[in-house]
């Protein structure tokens, strides 16, 4: 990437999107990988995270484990974007926001501890909006690592699949842990001991729960969480097919596997208005890049003259993220 030209910034980025060290001096260990000091790391994310190239050195988790969320529309009047993505991202459970080409041009993702939370959200904005919220929830994921490579020109790159979910490894205090990585570690030569004092508990503690949390697979991606469209990732389409129940697990499979897309899942349709239930991302450095992707797509046999629509997005207004914790209990 032309933004990212010194190859200890690159190897920052290339190799510690996940994976990232659960030991007391984390930012130590990439120094030692990338071949310079620990206070050049901290300094060098930190400069990165200032001018918007990371979003932060975080977790993500998997959806609808420890927190609830769900994907979002709305369909604003041309001169009431503006207007109606403010109210959108003023909402505290907002934690993706996006304008994409099409009647339904407001996109969000509504996080929250519960789904109470979730539903109070979307019921707030449809309120304060006074437009209808598209409630598109998760229902079957194929591929949702998300990870961006640095060098060269070659799609996203993805990783294995996630890891089996284990829930019954959540234990009492993980969601004020989870909300803090979710949010971003300090950038110190010792976060996971800041976090411990932030949580009143010990170091080895918060240590031994992220830990048991990845194996887990609740604590689904841990490392620098990039903005992709900083870094060259700027053709971003949403592809929505309307394929019928009983073909989902065939397509999805097919979808997920295909070079250039970088997410896909089953969502909940919306019988009146939206009928698509699968859906994919495509990340690429232009539009052309996308649209081959998407034809690639359109040739699988279990997607072949099945009903899409391609939404491109043109405006990013949030990316943070993930509200798990209520505000009140994350900050005791």
């Given at each position: 990437m032309k933004d990212v030209v010194n190859h200890i910034d690159r190897a920052l980025l290339d190799d510690w999107q996940r994976d990232f060290p659960v030991v007391s001096r984390p930012f130590a260990e990439l120094a030692n990988a990338v071949g310079t000091t620990e206070v050049d790391v901290l300094t060098r994310l930190a400069d990165m995270q200032d001018s918007g190239t990371i979003t932060r050195v975080g977790a993500t988790c998997a959806p609808n484990t420890l927190s609830a969320s769900t994907l979002a529309a709305v369909a604003a009047p041309k001169d009431r974007i503006e207007e109606v993505a403010a109210i959108i991202n003023e909402d505290p459970g907002v934690n993706h926001s996006y304008e994409r080409e099409d009647q339904w041009n407001l996109w969000f993702v509504a996080t929250g501890p519960d789904r109470d939370a979730v539903n109070a959200s979307l019921a707030r904005i449809a309120d304060r909006t006074g437009l209808r919220v598209l409630d598109l929830r998760l229902m079957q994921p194929f591929n949702i690592d998300l990870g961006f490579k640095m060098a060269g020109q070659e799609p996203p790159v993805m990783h294995a699949k996630p890891r089996a979910l284990d829930l019954s490894a959540i234990r009492e205090g993980d969601k004020a842990l989870m909300n803090i990585l979710t949010n971003g570690m300090p950038l110190v030569a010792a976060p996971y001991a800041v976090i411990a004092d932030q949580l009143c508990r010990t170091e080895a503690e918060?240590?031994?729960?992220?830990?048991?949390?990845?194996d887990a697979g609740v604590l689904s991606r841990l490392g620098v969480i990039v903005r992709h469209r900083?870094?060259?990732?700027?053709?971003?389409?949403?592809?929505?097919?309307?394929?019928?129940?009983?073909?989902?697990?065939?397509?999805?499979?097919q979808l997920a596997a295909l070079p250039g897309v970088t997410l896909c899942y089953e969502r909940r349709p919306v019988a009146d208005v939206w009928p698509y239930r699968l859906y994919c991302m495509i990340h690429a450095q232009s539009r052309d890049a996308a649209l081959a992707v998407l034809e690639n797509a359109r040739a699988l046999p279990a997607l072949r003259n099945i009903d899409h629509k391609v939404l491109f997005?043109?405006?990013?207004?949030?990316?943070?993220?993930?509200m798990i914790d209520r505000?009140?209990?994350?900050?005791?």
């Open positions: 918060v240590l031994d729960r992220v830990t048991a949390l990845t900083k870094l060259g990732w700027k053709s971003n389409a949403m592809v929505v097919w309307n394929v019928p129940p009983g073909r989902i697990y065939e397509a999805g499979t997005s043109t405006r990013c207004f949030r990316q943070t993220g993930a505000q009140k209990e994350a900050a005791e």
